[in-house]
């Protein structure tokens, strides 16, 4: 860990510096175990066209088309947020875990040397692989801590290239977030880690975050659309919300409104700045009662899908939400869901 002096340095220098494309993500922790929710915006300059599947458990799955690779058959089934029908942005699996990623212009990954055989995992089905292996963050952090991998992945929208840092968290409450910086994987966990969002690392930002609190939320809080500043508004209100006894119907609104403030404008754009880009679309998952809420930007209603009431089993179809005409989509839409082939991944 690196000393405070060091992470003073890096916030100032973020401060200056950090200009991200924006996302965010805030965890609800209420007072028990009985209320987590993992809330989410996804912005961006271009429409990412955005389909949600439902995977059952038993599917035989790999990390990469060949090669050195990991092959698995998922243990658990998961509801899916899908991008360009290629690669999974987000998903929650039946045993309540939610798995995020996030951009991070400063992601550096780990390859895996030419000719060895160190297994190598593609971005695109990335927070699949977890989703399917774990049921909870320290399942999940044991196995990173003793496998080693290199990382794949696609450009996309006209050549970026895929620069993410992911959250994880449990029904317990506790977030595990994964960034890679100069190519090691660092991991962080904790019940504190509510707020992630974009550049600098976790450990600058929280360094940042400090100054915030110095000033004191009551008083000033920076209104700005960059990574920092939207950290900073998702941190305060999130400690700043009631919390005690709230049930799952109370966190919900809550939760949604920081998610609002935490968003950018939608049509909104910085002139020369390409990267500061409007939300696109907002989630919400809700671990216990296993629900994976979900609002388009240029939509009026909010719609969700109810794992509890899907069959997950081994050898249930793929189901599949297509959301090209979601302007009706309201309430639960477990019924709108048909039977699909799985998505190809963009090896």
């Known amino acids: 860990m690196k000393s405070i002096k060091t992470l003073t340095l890096l916030a100032a220098a973020a401060l200056g510096t950090a200009a991200a494309y924006p ?16 809330g989410r915006t996804l912005d961006w300059r271009t429409p990412i066209p955005t389909n949600i599947y ?12 060949s090669g050195p690779r990991f092959e698995w058959t998922s243990k658990y089934g998961s509801v899916l947020a899908v991008g360009y029908d290629g690669g999974v942005t987000e998903g ?22 030419e000719g060895s055989d160190m297994p190598v995992m593609s971005m695109a089905v990335f927070v699949s692989y977890f989703l399917d292996n774990f049921a909870t963050v320290d399942e999940a952090e044991a196995w990173l801590k003793e496998n080693e991998f290199g990382i794949a992945g696609k450009t996309f929208d006209g050549g970026t290239v895929s620069l993410l840092h992911w959250a994880m968290t449990d029904p317990t409450g506790k977030t595990l977030i994964l960034e890679y910086d100069h190519k090691e994987l660092k991991l962080y966990a904790s019940k504190d880690y509510q707020v992630m969002t974009n550049d600098p690392t976790f450990p600058a930002m929280m360094s940042i975050d400090h100054y915030w609190e110095q000033v004191g939320g ?9 990574s920092t500043d939207r950290f900073t508004r998702g941190n305060y209100f999130i400690h700043h919300v009631p919390v005690n006894g709230a049930t799952s119907d109370e ?9 609002d403030n935490v968003s950018v404008p939608y049509g909104y754009e910085v ?7 409007s939300t696109q679309w907002r989630s919400i998952s809700d671990l ?45 839409v477990n019924n709108r869901l048909k039977e699909s082939e799985p998505f190809k991944p963009m090896w």
């Not at 009551?218 to 960059?226: C, D, E, H, M, T």
């Not at 002139?271 to 880009?277: A, E, F, I, Y």
């Open 23 to 38: 996302c965010s993500r805030v965890v609800f922790r209420g007072d028990s175990t009985d209320v987590v929710m993992v």
């Open 54 to 65: 439902v995977y059952p458990a038993g599917m035989k799955k790999t990390s990469m088309p």
């Open 92 to 113: 929650m699996n039946d045993r309540g875990l939610a798995v995020n990623g996030l951009f991070c212009k400063l992601a550096e990954y780990k390859e895996a040397p």
């Open 218 to 226: 009551q008083n000033f809080l920076p209104g700005g659309v960059r």
């Open 251 to 259: 966190a919900l609104p809550r939760l949604a409104t920081i998610m």
């Open 271 to 277: 002139p020369g700045s390409p990267n500061l880009s």
């Open 288 to 332: 216990n009662r296993k629900r994976y809420y979900f609002k388009f930007a240029d939509a009026l209603g909010t719609f969700y899908i109810d794992l509890g009431d899907l069959l997950l089993r081994p050898g249930s179809p793929v189901l599949k939400l297509d959301t090209s005409h979601h302007a009706d989509f309201f309430d639960c």
